[in-house]
């Protein structure tokens, strides 16, 4: 059974940072792609990151392009967010979930099989 557990999540104000961890079980982690997707307060989930099983493919939301850094440690089966400049309208619960390959195949949530409980990011302007 796959199980994904983020953690990092908090309150920060606007221009602060966090890093978000995501500590993957139950899969060969180094074989599958990973993401990260959030939900904003009344609306659906949407896609941020996502890297490929090697790390060396990633892929951005444009609303969080150069702001955001999506990264992995196969060895420690985990990977990480680091979110810098962050702003109110990033205020989310983030989740992290696990690719159905070794290639991010897309952007949407049917791209992932597994799903992490989610962590609640805060930021106050």
């Known amino acids: 059974q796959v199980q994904l557990v983020e953690s990092g999540g908090g309150l920060v104000q606007a221009g602060g940072s966090l890093r978000l961890s995501c500590a993957a079980s139950?899969?060969?982690?180094?074989?599958?792609?990973m993401g990260w997707f959030r939900q904003c307060p009344g609306k659906e989930r949407e896609f941020v990151a996502a890297?490929?099983?090697?790390?060396?493919?990633?892929y951005y939301a444009d609303s969080v392009k150069g702001r955001f850094t999506v990264s992995r440690d196969n060895a420690k089966n985990t990977q990480y967010l680091q979110m810098n400049s962050l702003k109110p309208d990033d205020t989310a619960v983030y989740y992290c979930?696990?690719?159905?390959?070794?290639?991010?195949?897309?952007?949407?949530?049917?791209?992932?099989?597994?799903w992490g409980q989610g962590t609640q990011v805060t930021v106050s302007s």
């Open positions: 979930a696990a690719g159905r390959s070794s290639m991010v195949t897309g952007q949407s949530e049917n791209d992932f099989r597994s």
């Open positions: 139950g899969l060969t982690f180094s074989n599958y792609a």
């Open positions: 890297l490929s099983r090697s790390g060396f493919s990633t």
